[in-house]
């Protein structure tokens, strides 16, 4: 499936009281090359192994595959992830006819805060909140494989 996502830093933190939906989640990447990488979650208590491709040039759209794991499965693979395991917690916003998820990070990449927005079309108009920032889509230094190698603490 082609995912379709636009990414904005948050200017503040108003959109906690409007989040309808709040999970602790803990990531690595058994591969974080851009070509192809390969993610291993684990959400509130649930386990997913994902495979996304490379982004396209406006940074907009890529491939993107997703299984269901077991919780068990997703914490053994998490110890074989290359070092650098993302910490956050994702707020999950409703805004118009979308849904905002925004990522609280913890560790070595606190202080960031980053709102994805999926869409059907890239041209989708959707409507932003008043805590949207700068747009940051396309700008490899906020993926999560990036900022497990090169840390926010680091910039």
């Known amino acids: 499936m082609i995912e379709i996502e636009r990414k904005f830093l948050v200017s503040n933190d108003s959109f906690i009281e409007q989040a309808f939906v709040k999970n602790k989640i803990s990531q690595g ?10 993610r291993v979650r684990i959400k509130g208590d649930v386990g997913f192994l994902t495979i996304k491709g490379a982004s396209s040039k406006s940074g907009l759209s890529r491939y993107e595959w997703e299984k269901e794991i ?7 693979l ?3 992830c290359e070092p650098g395991v993302i910490e956050k917690t994702r707020y999950e916003v409703i805004s118009g006819n979308h849904t905002f998820e925004i990522d609280v990070f913890y560790g070595d990449n606190k202080g960031l805060i980053i709102a994805e927005i999926e869409l059907t079309a890239e041209m989708e108009y959707f409507e932003l909140p008043d805590w949207i920032g700068a747009e940051v889509t396309g700008d490899v230094k906020y993926y999560n494989s990036f900022l497990s190698q090169n840390p926010f603490k680091n910039w």
């Open 29 to 38: 990447y058994l591969s974080s090359v851009p070509e192809r990488t390969v």
């Open 70 to 76: 077991s919780l068990n499965d997703a914490e053994n």
């Open 78 to 80: 998490l110890l074989l």
